[in-house]
């Protein structure tokens, strides 16, 4: 079983829909759950940070995570047309190791 | 403050050709990485460096060699370029991991390198 699993989509919507993204994980000690957004021909730039279970929001955003089920979630409210991106999930299990766990990235395209 | 700084930005090299990718950061991370992309694979770490003058293997380190003489820059060399390390290169840093942070990682804007 792969440590991180993400759906590479792709996945289209209409612009002012709500999506919903998603990541199941097989360890269960990560504890720090991150989404980084990743525009054609750039680098990945961080989106969200999650310590441990629970929801954290920042404007459109919200991620969610589920340790009891190993899941978790980005949702995008509203979303724009620059929104358009791939979207990675990528995992910590925290102390000091230093490795950051991605995964493969879903494709996002909001159409207006 | 310009973050992480990759160059070059492109670079098409022949079969047996070496070359270095240059990352520097200004952020003072102890820190940085070096991935390659691919379509279907995702990100996967070739080296990383925990500080001044040390390195050590990732999950894909056959092909390449690193080093981190100063803290602000990390060097990636492919000796003898061949087509399966055409990619595109990202170098990363970090703060030292701390249990209240995990382990943010702060990406460039990526190398693409093409081996014919």
């Known amino acids: 079983q792969k440590e991180v699993e993400q759906d590479p989509g792709p996945l289209s919507v209409p612009e002012g829909a709500i999506v919903s993204l998603n990541c199941t994980y097989s360890?269960?000690?990560?504890?720090?759950f991150m989404w980084y957004r990743q525009y054609s021909r750039k680098g990945p730039e961080l989106l969200m940070y999650?310590?441990?279970?629970g929801n954290k929001e920042d404007g459109r955003f919200t991620a969610q995570v589920d340790k009891s089920s190993k899941y978790i979630s980005l949702f995008i409210r509203d979303s724009q047309p620059s929104d358009s991106a791939t979207y990675l999930c990528?995992?910590?299990?925290?102390?000091?190791?230093?490795?950051?766990?991605f995964g493969k990235g879903t494709l996002l395209t909001v159409n207006p | 403050n310009a973050g992480v700084t990759q160059t070059p930005k492109f670079r098409v090299l022949k079969t047996g050709q070496s070359m270095t990718l240059l990352c520097a950061q200004d952020?003072?991370?102890?820190?940085m990485y070096w991935y390659r992309q691919d379509p279907g694979m995702g990100l996967r770490l070739i080296h990383y460096?925990?500080?001044?003058?040390?390195?050590a293997k990732g999950e894909v380190p056959d092909g390449y060699n690193v080093s981190r003489l100063k803290k602000q820059n990390f060097l990636l060399g492919l000796e003898s370029a061949a087509p399966s390390q055409t990619s595109v290169y990202f170098c990363?840093?970090?703060?030292?991991?701390?249990?209240?942070?995990?382990?943010?990682?702060?990406f460039g804007a990526g190398t693409r390198l093409s081996v014919l």
């Open positions: 952020m003072n991370h102890e820190y």
């Open positions: 460096s925990v500080g001044e003058g040390t390195t």
């Open positions: 990363a840093s970090s703060y030292p991991v701390k249990t209240s942070q995990g382990n943010i990682q702060y």
């Open positions: 360890n269960s000690a990560f504890q720090y």
């Open positions: 999650t310590y441990s279970s």
């Open positions: 990528a995992i910590h299990s925290g102390g000091s190791n230093y490795k950051l766990t």
